[in-house]
T-cell receptor, first 113, second 113 residues
Framework: DARVTQTPRHKVTEMGQEVTMRCQPILGHNTVFWYRQTMMQGLELLAYFRNRAPLDDSGMPKDRFSAEMPDATLATLKIQPSEPRDSAVYFC???????????FGSGTRLTVV | GENVEQHPSTLSVQEGDSAVIKCTYSDSASNYFPWYKQELGKRPQLIIDIRSNVGEKKDQRIAVTLNKTAKHFSLHITETQPEDSAVYFCAASKPGGSYIPTFGRGTSLIVHP
């Protein structure tokens, strides 16, 4: 059963530190999303890539967040500097448009203290 | 952009009862409607989806209905079981992009034994 792999699963860091989250999409999936999940806001789209090109990152705070896809097997989401309000679960999802729903990774639970 | 409203936010039923979760969407161009189930501490997983060229789709105890004119769609779970307890998310997406799903806020379904 193909899976989207995210690392780390959990991250606790101090305010001001840099955080990097990684995602390995399913082989052959050409679309990758980053979502943030909180109780207050639900699932928020941060960024998405198609064929490794960033197509929309309007949901992402540009001053501190950045998303990249250096190759087809790796997507990264970076926060620098991190703040307590960034505490959330960050999900990566991948899929192929028109083929159906997307597959989510297990998420990275980030806690910024 | 698309706006998806989901109701109720919490639903409590007795084992064996039916459960219905309703969603409305705003963009008439949306034509793909997936439903995701998220168990506590786990990733959202696709359970059923429907495209706008059909009005209903069933998969064992779950079914989804779509009313394009009214722009609403619903998830129906029959003969509920305790393992159906989870948060359910509806989503809407459209072509012309990457079928980016816009999610509802989620419904917490509790099935009492």
């Amino acid at each position: 059963d193909a899976r989207v792999t995210q690392t780390p699963r959990h991250k606790v860091t101090e305010m001001g530190q840099e955080v990097t989250m990684r995602c390995q999409p399913i082989l052959g999936h050409n679309t990758v999303f980053w979502y943030r999940q909180t109780m207050m806001q639900g699932l928020e789209l941060l960024a998405y890539f198609r064929n490794r090109a960033p197509l929309d990152d309007s949901g992402m705070p540009k001053d501190r967040f950045s998303a990249e896809m250096p190759d087809a097997t790796l997507a990264t989401l970076k926060i620098q500097p991190s703040e307590p309000r960034d505490s959330a679960v960050y999900f990566c999802a991948s899929g192929v448009p028109r083929m159906g729903g997307y597959t989510f990774g297990s998420g990275t639970r980030l806690t910024v203290v | 952009g698309e706006n998806v409203e989901q109701h109720p936010s919490t639903l409590s039923v007795q084992e064996g009862d039916s459960a219905v979760i309703k969603c409305t969407y705003s963009d008439s161009a949306s034509n793909y409607f997936p439903w995701y189930k998220q168990e506590l501490g786990k990733r959202p997983q696709l359970i059923i989806d429907i495209r706008s060229n059909v009005g209903e789709k069933k998969d064992q105890r779950i079914a989804v209905t779509l009313n394009k004119t009214a722009k609403h769609f619903s998830l129906h779970i029959t003969e509920t079981q305790p393992e159906d307890s989870a948060v359910y998310f509806c989503a809407a997406s459209k072509p012309g992009g990457s079928y980016i799903p816009t999610f509802g806020r989620g419904t917490s379904l509790i099935v009492h034994p």
